[in-house]
């Protein structure tokens, strides 16, 4: 049997993802014994100690064993961890050795959305790709320069270290992971039993663009505000320059250091962002969506918004549009 430990962590912890989590290979087990098969799985509740742990000050989940009553394990499964990033890896600082030594003896190692934070304290992620929550991007690539974020990836699998998207994109780590140690007949009949799209590769539909100014470069602070107001219009690089008496090669320097993005992609980021809300709201054809965002050519527009969003303008519109899903599946 697989012995698998998904962490407890102190603080504020992911209830779904450990409820969700412990459910889904159970069930793999009992599903498994029904046809007259051996359970593959050893599931237990890790914690660095037995009390229970509250979650929001509202759940309590109690631990099974400890770290210290573990010496192998297959696969550890970190979940979600909230509030000040900083103090709750201070708090779990303890579960960092213990995983290193339990990858050396060839453990397997998943996060679940953020608590990827946790898993690249440990070092197994340098150098490697990685996904979290998409709201955690720029924090984590301040604090852990040397992993590679892909934000828009829902599964990266690695050496032996597998990483998830935010939130509920955790259950299709959990079937990528019930496929790969059952099979693809288990993970199907997980994915109809829990109904998770087992087919979700990507979280970039769910992301919101919101502009990145957590940064002190003022000049690009106002160059950004003049972007967001005018993205309709044709943008000219050395008029911007102008506008903001700075030359070009020091502008796009400073514009990439501080948002992570060229001039290009940020306007193109906008752009998709506001034909966004316009597919939401659906007052407008997918044309008019497409002028109204500054483009003139669809198969541009087209490519600029599935580049950003992993969908076409007509499969957002109707994935999203308000009051779409009642007029055409009354």
């Known amino acids: 049997m697989k012995h698998i430990s998904i962490l407890v962590p102190e603080g504020d912890t992911s209830l779904s993802n450990l409820e969700a989590t412990h459910k889904m290979f159970t069930m793999a087990n009992g599903h498994l014994e029904r046809t007259g098969q051996c359970p593959l799985f050893d599931v237990h509740l890790i914690g660095q100690t037995k009390e229970s742990q509250i979650s929001n000050g509202i759940f309590s989940i109690k631990p099974d064993l400890t770290i210290d009553e573990v010496d192998h394990t297959d696969l550890i499964i970190i979940p979600a961890i909230h509030g000040d990033i900083r103090t709750v890896l201070k708090l779990n600082q303890a579960f960092v050795p213990w995983i290193i ?15 990827a934070f946790l898993l690249a304290q440990t070092g197994l992620l340098d150098g490697k790709n990685c996904a979290t929550h998409w709201l955690m991007t720029r924090e984590f690539r301040e604090m852990y320069p040397d992993i590679n974020l892909v934000d ?23 079937l990528y992971l019930i496929e790969k140690f059952v099979g693809r007949d288990m993970a199907v009949l997980s994915s109809k039993i829990f109904e998770i799209d087992i087919n979700r590769h990507s979280q970039s539909p769910f992301i919101i663009f919101k502009g990145q100014k957590d940064h002190d470069d003022d000049v690009v602070k106002k160059a950004q505000e003049y ?19 700075v030359s070009r090669r020091t502008f796009e320097r400073r514009f990439k250091k501080a948002t992570t993005n060229t001039v290009i992609e940020y306007m193109q980021r906008i752009r998709v962002e506001a034909a966004k809300r316009d597919l939401e709201i659906g007052k407008k054809n997918i044309t008019e969506v497409m002028y109204n965002t500054g483009y003139n050519d669809a198969k541009a527009f087209r490519e600029v918004f599935k580049k950003h969003v992993g969908i076409s303008p007509l499969e957002y519109r109707q994935k999203y549009m308000r009051g779409y899903a009642e007029q055409n599946h009354p």
């Open 227 to 245: 972007l967001e107001t005018h993205y309709a219009e044709k943008v000219i690089m050395d008029e911007l320059c102008e506008r903001f008496a």
């Open 152 to 174: 828009d990836k829902i599964i990266t699998d690695q050496q032996g270290v597998y990483t998830s998207g935010g939130a509920y994109s955790s259950l299709n780590l959990n």
């Open 101 to 115: 030594d339990q990858y050396q003896k060839g453990s397997e190692v998943a996060s679940l959305c953020i608590g």
